[in-house]
Antibody
């Protein structure tokens, strides 16, 4: 079955960077875009960006464009999100999700989610 | 960005009751609307997409309706496992945006 396994929680200092991983299984990695979502504590969900695992094409929310970098490693079926210049506002849970449409660059719903990675930014 | 206004924020109900959650988009999104369920310790679950299409394994007591700007999620005959937080999401245009969520609590 489809599974998105995310890395563990992270504690990082303000101004530093964090890299979160998402290892997928149960389907062909390059067939579906991976999207990343942020959820602040007790808050709603915010779309960060997406990546085409086949071509490495990326698309970002303007709000995160200068600080987020999405990559993949096709050899290990793993997607990564790197977020830099962290502040307390970045303390949140970050989810990787799979687009519900096959190989689609268009906006989509998310049919599978990882369990999320809690990132805490604190000195 | 398309703003998604979800209401109510909190809803208290008892098993067996029916409830409805509203989601309004700031502009027409056709039927490009999904509903998700969030429960502690579990991955978010896609319930409905395309406004009214039940995702595989979504129980038939869940239903979605609406198009354009106004959408509704209805849960008929609530079961204990349905008490959770629900979110709507538009995917008509980038960036995809979510409602603020509705917490369905046990009365």
């Amino acid at each position: 079955q489809v599974n998105l396994l995310q890395s563990g929680a992270a504690l990082v200092k303000p101004g530093a960077s964090v890299k979160v991983s998402c290892k997928v299984s149960g389907y062909t990695f390059t067939d579906y875009y991976i999207h990343w979502i942020k959820q602040g504590h007790g808050k709603s969900l915010e779309w960060i960006g997406n990546i085409n695992p086949y071509s490495d094409y990326t698309n970002y929310n303007e709000k995160f464009e200068n600080r987020a970098a999405l990559t993949v490693d096709k050899s290990t079926n793993t997607a990564f999100m790197d977020l830099s210049r962290l502040t307390s506002e970045d303390s949140a849970t970050y989810y990787c999700t799979r687009c519900g449409y096959y190989f689609s660059r268009f906006p989509c719903y998310f049919d599978y989610w990882g369990h999320g990675v809690m990132v805490t930014v604190s000195s | 960005d398309v703003q998604m206004t979800q209401s109510p924020s909190y809803l208290a109900a008892s098993p067996g009751e029916s409830v409805s959650i509203s989601c309004k988009a700031s502009k027409s999104i056709s039927n490009n609307l999904a509903w998700y369920q969030e429960k502690p310790g579990k991955a978010h679950k896609l319930l409905i997409h395309s406004g009214s299409t039940l995702q595989s394994k979504t129980p038939s007591r869940f239903s979605g309706s609406g198009s354009g700007t106004d959408f509704t999620l209805t849960i008929s005959s609530l079961e204990f496992e349905d008490f959770a937080v629900y979110y709507c999401q538009q995917y008509d245009e980038y960036p995809p945006t979510f409602g603020a969520g509705t917490k369905l609590e046990l009365k």
